[in-house]
């Protein structure tokens, strides 16, 4: 088929699924079109059946806030008018499912029915979409969708709570493509980072307030007391410096490594121990699945789809939100028995085949035919 992905081309959770399955679905014959205002960061390589459209919206000093919608449903109109493109799977509510909606009209008036694919990330729907001022148009863009597929079964329950949703909403999980987890090179270089006693504790992310950056150096100040240990803090955010600041109060600094973005997370994960992740929300955590793909285990919260990925006791530890001595605790515990650590690295590593690339993306496909059947009989 001839698929447009939208997405945001940021080193986001949503970007990088979205960027993936293009790419898969690439592989199995498809043709793919992303659309988007940059080129995503995981996609290196464009070819016969790898487009990308960039969205341009010029500046003009009237507007204060300048119409990337607009801007977007038009390009889509265009793009799917010269590539026949058979169907939008737009990732991220907000404004991508409005501004599918929109170009979906637009071609009507051409005789052209482009069915539209909404993929639900999470804050799109916990934290921004939910507010008053977006609220009535997400729930629109939901139940104007022909298909609308969510990432955990817990992000379809707070959906359905949250909004006046009466369209169906498929769970497909996000998933990583194990084989590129399965790599030769034994050594994963970790004496760059670390003495040999020293354990290799990991966090990454967006940095931003959802992710409680203070906590995880909190869990990390009571490890290093506990044993040699280093943390590797991967990404950008508001929270950073903020974070920096509190390491040197707690007079950890040396012991804490701010990476920035980066494009080698396979390569950290390699060399870490143990994955933190006590977030306030996470629809899914990808970044905790790709952390168990490199077998680290993870101790993080028990909110939202957290419990659909991480494993109690078998794959690491879920405390309470905000419950800094439990995950402490655990963290401990895992790290301070080195067979045990080797067992829930194995377990960790187990519990990710689940996720395969090639056992979820056919879901995807199955969801494009029907949605693009059913259009065609209308
Ligand atoms: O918060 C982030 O990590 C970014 C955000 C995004 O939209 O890129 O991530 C959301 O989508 C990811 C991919 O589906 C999920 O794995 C994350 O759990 C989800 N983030 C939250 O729900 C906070």
Known sequence: MKIGIVCY???????????ELGLELSKRGHEIHFITYRQPVRLDLLSQNVHFHEVNVPEYPLFHYQPYELALSSKLVDMVKLHGIEVLHVHYAIPHAYAAYMAQKMLEENDIYVPIVTTLHGTDI??????PFYKPAVTFSINKSDA????????????????????????????????????????????MMAEDNERIITHISNFREVKQIPDVIKIFYNIQKEMPAKLMMVGEGPEKEPAERLCRKLGISDKVVFFGNSNEIDKILCFSDLFLLPSLTESFGLAALEAMA?????????????????VQGVTGFLSNVNDVEDMSKNAIHILSDDLRLQQFKANAKLQSNKFDIHQIVPKYEAIYKDTFNKCMVM
Request: with cysteine.
């Open 9 to 19: 081309p940021t080193f986001g959770g949503s970007g990088v699924v979205a960027t």
């Open 126 to 131: 916990t934290l921004v979409g939910s507010h």
């Open 148 to 191: 609308v597929t969510s990432v955990s079964q817990s992000l379809k329950e707070d959906t359905l709570r949250l909004f006046d949703v009466d369209n169906g909403i498929h769970v497909i999980p996000n998933f990583i493509d194990i084989s590129k987890y399965k790599h030769d090179y034994t050594d994963c270089q970790r004496g």
């Open 294 to 310: 490199s077998g680290v285990p993870v101790i993080s919260s028990n909110t939202g789809g957290i419990p659909e990925v991480n």
